[in-house]
């Protein structure tokens, strides 16, 4: 059992900034960062392979967000800026075994509560 929970949602203007941060209870091999808006279906963000460092994106974050991981402290970090209203969603913290795509959410076991990001225009 991996318990995540996530801190550093809030609301921002266009063109912010925000750092999302999920403390796990212990290590795990692949991590990522979903949203989901009500109605829609949970899409990956970012993940992250915690050995490697490897990191991948979904396309429209892409050098706007950053995900990475401080193993030390079993705590992944999501910078994301340059913020735009279509970003607003409920952000979720995900964890798991294996080398599934760190995109998809079948590839992971364990959910946190999610944190709430607004971005107003």
């Known amino acids: 059992q991996v318990v995540l929970v996530e801190s550093g949602g809030g609301s921002v203007q266009a063109g912010g900034s925000l750092r999302l941060s999920c403390e796990a209870s212990r290590y795990t091999h692949k991590m990522g960062w979903f949203r989901q808006v009500p109605g829609k279906e949970r899409e990956g963000v970012a993940g992250i392979y915690s050995g490697s460092g490897r990191t991948y994106y979904y396309d429209s974050v892409k050098g706007r967000f950053t995900i990475s991981r401080d193993n030390a402290k079993n705590t992944l970090y999501l910078q994301m800026n340059s913020l735009k209203p279509e970003d607003t969603a409920m952000y979720y913290c995900?964890?798991?075994?294996?080398?599934?795509?760190?995109?998809?959410?079948?590839?992971?076991?364990?959910w946190g509560q999610g944190t709430q990001v607004t971005v107003s225009s």
């Open positions: 995900a964890a798991g075994p294996g080398f599934a795509d760190p995109l998809a959410r079948e590839s992971y076991a364990y």
